[in-house]
């Protein structure tokens, strides 16, 4: 029954997906009024159904189903059994339709922006809503039924039921990714329509915003689960799926910052649309390497045979979208300035082209051993050394410019008084440089981190302190008719605590391998550390080696378990966290007569990482927030005032 349910809910989301589609497209086309925006609620409604029948199903054990029976079990604790449900592929794309349809429900119940608009937007997005139903309803095997039924099954996989950020990390990312759809959708739109004045502006930049909230929260929490679980002491190894989680963050990194522009400017519309495209396109990627099998990776699900399919989608986006820019991109070619030299409309966009760099620096390294293999079966491998060499550098010239172009005006500045702002500025960064090289040397990369990020926190504390010392009201009055500019300032912060977090970890990581013997302690970073005993503990499914150790004054338990039905052994590190670093122990191997080896590690500063990350959601959090309107202008220059710009039914060729 729960399968007859299931499967009928998919089917269901499909064709309200493409009916729904076919509403809003047409309505469009005839200019006719919107439908009921609660239309937009029938896809949800069946993509619930799938996704609540399948975690009935495992919560109640019922191993007919195909998926329970490979991924369930009567022992995994309830949070993990809630969570195998995108432990793996199929399940994982039934949560992946769940959080497309959502995001079509949040946007058909959208009130502004112009009918025709909107009614294409929706289409759009709908009819990639439906190719998800489809392929979740004729390739997934997720409600096939087994026979003979077992009494038991094997549970997810031990590395996704061993850390509460199973349960977060996922649908944050998906929901990220998939965020992506909704920008794209209304660039798809716009070619289609023309329109892309202050309306078309505001739906991209909240939508992707919402986007990048998300796909930041789900990068910073992958980063701590990889950290924290699968015991090799680091947080990221620029394997492909990370990779394809990067990329589009960096892509719509530029959209928001470029979004300005056009708002202030109305410039860049071409620009802003093939952001919201690649943003997208590079969502599908990470969509297509996760799921193709075609890279190695722990991060990847096991090759399928939606590889060729969701190429083929991904190669009929990317058509359809060049093939609307030869028909309909002499509408958006109306050359506008971006300001002044030295203003902040060139430095936003000398800011997007570097993060377009990065991103295709990340992509050929990312895509490079692919494309060799199909070409020509040998495998390559591009490895940190790539990026370290290649993306590194350029990240560093965006940090540097973060210290620059934020604080520039939009009306233009004079060259001698910002030569004196970045003067100071830089003379933090240089003599951070210097006194970090002469009390804990590191490498050149390193050092000009630190270095950078003194620039660009000076350059922070500098700005604000003049604008609010000429803010009449003070600093809280500042804070709340600036609270856009104040969140960027915030974002900024935590992406520079984020840099140094994972500078120092880099430069000053100490790791040591130790044999240890019962009662003889071993000294390791100034600490004594000590073997008390070792113990194992077996059951029916897996077995459990637990070495305890004396730290100074702390006990400790890292752990070595093997679990029999998927054939694994996982390691379960120790980790004792500082504001100045983590002690990360690692047991590699150990026996009852009491010995064990070790994997010491000291890494400084790494939770200045997972504090960056947090000071980034909340920024964003903060900017999304939905705002009161200004009664009066204030005094700081960067209040979003709009130009005089036509009405939003003139399109932009014939503004």
Do not use: H, K, Q, Y
């Given at each position: 029954m729960i399968a007859w349910i299931?499967?009928?809910?998919?089917?269901?989301?499909?064709?309200?997906?493409?009916?729904?589609?076919?509403?809003?497209?047409?309505?469009?086309?005839?200019?006719?009024?919107?439908?009921?925006?609660w239309l937009a609620v029938l896809p949800l409604l069946g993509a619930a159904g799938a996704v609540g029948s399948l975690e009935w199903a495992l919560l109640h054990h019922d191993f007919a189903l195909k998926f329970v029976a490979e991924n369930g079990s009567l022992e995994t604790p309830t949070y993990y059994t809630v969570t195998s449900l995108w432990a793996a592929h199929d399940g994982s794309l039934l949560l992946w339709v769940l959080i497309l349809t959502g995001y079509v429900l949040l946007t058909g119940l959208r009130r502004r922006g112009p009918a025709e608009l909107r009614g294409w937007a929706m289409g759009v997005l709908c009819l990639v809503a439906s190719f998800f139903c489809g392929l979740a309803l004729f390739t997934g095997d997720v409600f096939d039924r087994v026979s003979p039924v077992p009494a038991d099954g094997p549970g997810p996989n031990p590395l996704l039921s061993d850390h509460p950020a199973m349960g977060i990390h996922p649908p944050l990312l998906y929901a990220g990714l998939l965020g992506m759809a909704v920008p794209?959708?209304?660039?798809?739109?716009?070619?289609?329509t023309g329109r892309v004045g202050r309306e078309w502006v505001t739906a991209v930049r909240s939508s992707a915003l919402v986007a990048w909230i998300l796909l930041t929260a789900g990068i910073v929490m992958g980063a701590w689960w990889s950290y924290a679980v699968l015991g090799w002491g680091g947080y990221w190894a620029w394997d492909p799926v990370e990779n394809a989680s990067l990329m589009p963050w960096l892509t719509a990194t530029a959209l928001l910052h470029s979004c300005m522009v056009q708002r202030r400017?109305?410039?860049?519309?071409?620009?802003?649309?093939?952001?919201?495209?690649?943003?997208f396109l590079l969502a599908c990627l990470a969509s297509f390497l996760t799921r193709s099998g075609v890279v190695t990776s722990v991060h990847a699900f096991a090759a399928s045979a939606l590889g060729p399919i969701l190429l083929g989608f991904l190669a009929a986006l990317a058509v359809g979208v060049v093939a609307l820019v030869l028909m309909r991109?002499?509408?958006?070619?109306?050359p506008r300035s971006v300001g002044r030299p030295l203003s902040?409309?060139?430095?936003?966009?000398l800011n997007s082209v570097l993060l377009v760099a990065l991103t295709t620096t990340v992509l050929i390294g990312t895509l490079f051993p692919v494309v060799t293999e199909l070409a020509t079966g040998t495998k390559l491998s591009v490895g940190p050394p790539y990026f370290n060499r290649v993306a590194v550098p350029i990240a560093l010239l965006l940090l540097l410019h973060m210290g620059v172009g934020p604080f520039l005006r939009w009306r233009g500045e004079r060259l001698r008084p910002m030569l004196r702002r970045l003067l100071v500025s830089l003379g933090a960064g240089a003599l951070t440089v210097a006194v970090v090289a002469a009390l804990a040397p590191a490498g050149l990369l390193s050092l000009l981190t630190f270095g950078v990020a003194a620039h660009v926190l000076t350059g922070v504390a500098f700005d604000t302190a003049v604008r609010v010392r000429h803010c009449a009201g003070g600093p809280w009055h500042w804070l709340r008719e600036n609270r856009r500019r104040a969140a960027g300032l915030l974002v900024h912060v935590g992406v520079v605590v984020a840099a140094i977090g994972i500078a120092a970890s880099s430069a000053y990581t100490h790791v040591e391998d130790r044999t240890l013997h019962t009662g003889n302690p071993v000294a390791f970073a100034g600490s004594q550390v000590r073997l008390l005993g070792v113990s194992q503990d077996r059951t029916a499914r897996e077995a459990t080696t637990t070495a305890r150790l004396a730290l100074d004054d702390r006990t400790i338990t890292p752990a070595l378990r093997y679990e029999q039905a998927q054939d694994m052994t996982v390691a379960l590190p120790a980790i004792i966290s500082s504001p100045g670093g983590d002690v990360y122990v690692t047991l590699l191997s150990a026996d009852t007569a009491g010995k064990a080896e070790l994997r010491l590690a000291v890494n400084p500063m790494v939770g200045w990482i997972w504090?960056?990350?947090?000071?980034?959601?909340?920024?964003?959090?903060?900017?999304?927030?939905?705002?009161?309107r200004r009664s009066r202008l204030t005094v700081d220059d960067d209040v979003e005032v709009p130009e005089p710009v036509a009405p939003e039914s003139v399109l932009v060729g014939e503004s």
């Open positions: 299931g499967t009928f809910s998919l089917a269901f989301a499909l064709c309200a997906s493409l009916g729904t589609a076919l509403v809003w497209v047409g309505t469009a086309m005839r200019g006719t009024a919107l439908p009921s925006r794209f959708s209304f660039a798809v739109a716009a070619l289609i400017r109305r410039a860049l519309p071409m620009w802003n649309l093939s952001l919201a495209v690649a943003s991109g002499d509408r958006f070619v109306e902040r409309g060139p430095a936003i966009v504090t960056g990350g947090a000071l980034m959601v909340l920024g964003g959090v903060w900017a999304a927030w939905p705002r009161r």
